[in-house]
C-alpha cells in the first residue's frame, strides 16, 4: 500500500501563487510517477501535471507556463507543485497521485482562487 500525504492548499487571489507539496510513504518503488490532478465543482478530475521518476514532465494545456512540477532529488517520494499566475478556473481539490502499476490517491487539497 501507499499512502500520500499532501499539504499546501488554501484561499489566494487571482495572479497569486502557492505551492503544493505530496509526500509518499509505504510501498514506494524507485521507478514510479507522480503527479496532481484536479477537480473543479460540476466537472471531472482532470490532469493537471505529471513527473516520473526520470524527470519527465506532462502538463494540461491549461497550465503550461504557469505551472511547474518538480520531485525532491533526495527524496524521490516527494512532488511539489508550484503555482504561479492563479486564475478563478484554477479553484479545485487538488488531487496527488502515485503510479506504479495502479493508482493511488490522496485525499486532496483544496485550492480556492478569488477574483
Known amino acids: 500500500q501507499v499512502q500520500l500525504a499532501e499539504s499546501g492548499g488554501g484561499l489566494v487571489q487571482a495572479g497569486g501563487s502557492l505551492r503544493l507539496s505530496c509526500a509518499a510513504s509505504?510501498?514506494?518503488?524507485?521507478?514510479?510517477?507522480m503527479g496532481w490532478h484536479r477537480e473543479a465543482p460540476g466537472k471531472q478530475r482532470e490532469l493537471v501535471a505529471i513527473?516520473?521518476?526520470?524527470?519527465?514532465?506532462?502538463y494540461s494545456d491549461s497550465v503550461k507556463g504557469r505551472f511547474t512540477i518538480s520531485r525532491d532529488n533526495a527524496a524521490k517520494n516527494t512532488v511539489y507543485l508550484q503555482m504561479n499566475s492563479l486564475k478563478p478556473e484554477d479553484t479545485a481539490v487538488y488531487y496527488c497521485?502515485?503510479?506504479?502499476?495502479?493508482?493511488?490517491w490522496g485525499k486532496g487539497t483544496l485550492v480556492t482562487v478569488s477574483s
Open positions: 509505504g510501498s514506494i518503488f524507485e521507478i514510479n510517477t
Open positions: 513527473i516520473s521518476s526520470g524527470g519527465r514532465t506532462t
Open positions: 497521485i502515485y503510479r506504479w502499476g495502479m493508482n493511488y
